[in-house]
């Protein structure tokens, strides 16, 4: 059974910063490209960030460019957004994801977690 599983949401002021874990199990977790999405209320889920397998190869949404890194550990069957100087914007439901393709496109990813709440105040 697949399952991608968040941790790390919290409340946070403007400018502080977080780090979003995402343990998979269930998945051969290496042959997976990962990526992160989020949903603020009365929003569509929207791309954040996109990394290769490998590791070697990144995306970023444009919004968070600069302020987010995505990493991941292969034998840790782990991936990770570091967030910093975050802002009242980012406020959302992060999900983490798991595709075989490479894209922004949620229809593209076969495996979702539950998500995980980010809430920064100003």
């Known amino acids: 059974q697949v399952q991608l599983v968040e941790s790390g949401g919290g409340l946070v002021q403007a400018g502080g910063s977080l780090r979003l874990s995402c343990a998979a199990s269930?998945?051969?977790?290496?042959?997976?490209?990962m990526g992160w999405f989020r949903q603020a209320p009365g929003n569509e889920r929207e791309f954040v960030s996109l990394i290769a397998w490998s590791g070697a190869t990144v995306s970023y949404a444009d919004s968070v460019k600069g302020r987010f890194t995505i990493s991941r550990d292969n034998a840790k069957n782990t991936v990770s957004l570091q967030m910093n100087n975050l802002k009242p914007e980012d406020t959302a439901v992060y999900y983490c994801a798991a595709t075989t393709g490479w894209s922004p496109q949620q229809a593209t990813y076969r495996h979702w977690g539950q998500g995980t709440q980010v809430t920064v105040s100003s």
């Open positions: 269930g998945v051969p977790f290496s042959g997976y490209n």
